[in-house]
């Protein structure tokens, strides 16, 4: 079965630290990946997502995010966080042959910033 | 926010009582879906429709039914809600954008319904 998986449970950083947040998923096929936002009490929003060419994608509020193939891997990125990042990240999978577009989400990964 | 309006917000219910929640959208898209998400799982997909009528099962679908009537509307039924069914649902739509040539399509969520059964 498809999953998806975040090393990282809570990450604690302080303002202009960088952040790296990991996600690995098991599917040797073709791949369209997302990173999602929650911030606190509110809905999921889109970050950024990757369907096909530069392995390098940019998103929203500084975020970026590296597909490695030959790892499984989608990390996300960012290069100086800062207070308002303080919410809890999703990185999703919906592979290639899936019927209806389901996604898969990894567990999720709580980011605390200190100000 | 895609148009995706969820109801109700919030809801306290008691074990073997049922619960319908609803999903309206007002952007016709096809594709709906419903999500649970809990402390340590993520989000787990229960249901999900590709048109009127026209549905079919997630991971997580056991205790759960759902109907799609009409394009807008997309209704989550717990028969009989137990404790193992507090959660918060997560409805969410399909939309295709198209960039340079390239289709993609990506979920958008509503703002959730916090579900508890006591």
């Known amino acids: 079965a498809q999953s998806v998986s975040q090393h990282n449970h809570h990450v604690i950083l302080s303002e202009a630290a960088s952040l790296e947040l990991g996600c690995n998923y098991s599917y040797g096929g073709t791949v369209n990946l997302f990173w999602y936002v929650q911030y606190p009490g509110q809905h999921l929003q889109l970050l950024l997502k990757y369907f096909s060419g530069d392995p390098l994608v940019k998103g929203i509020k500084g975020f970026e995010a590296e597909f490695i193939k030959s790892k499984f891997s989608f990390n996300l990125r960012k290069p100086s966080v800062q207070w308002s990042d303080t919410a809890e990240y999703f990185c999703?999978?919906?592979?290639?042959?899936?019927?209806?577009?389901?996604?898969?989400f990894g567990q999720g990964t709580e980011l605390s910033v200190k100000p | 926010d895609a148009g995706i309006t969820q109801s109700p917000r919030h809801k306290v219910t008691e074990t073997g009582t049922p619960v319908t929640l609803r999903c309206h959208q007002t952007?016709?898209?096809?594709?709906m879906y419903w999500y649970r998400q809990d402390p340590g799982h993520g989000l787990r997909l229960i249901h999900y429709?590709?048109?009127?009528?026209?549905?079919d099962k997630g991971e997580v679908s056991d205790g759960y039914s759902v109907s799609r009537s009409k394009t807008e509307d997309f209704l989550l039924t717990l028969e009989s809600a137990t404790s193992s069914q507090t959660s918060v649902y997560f409805c969410?739509?399909?939309?295709?954008?198209?960039?340079?040539?390239?289709?993609?399509?990506?979920?958008?969520f509503g703002p959730g319904t916090r579900l508890t059964v006591l």
């Open positions: 429709s590709y048109g009127v009528k026209d549905t």
């Open positions: 952007e016709n898209h096809r594709y």
């Open positions: 999703a999978v919906n592979a290639g042959n899936n019927q209806g577009g389901k996604l898969i």
């Open positions: 969410a739509i399909r939309g295709r954008e198209t960039s340079g040539g390239i289709s993609t399509d990506t979920q958008y």
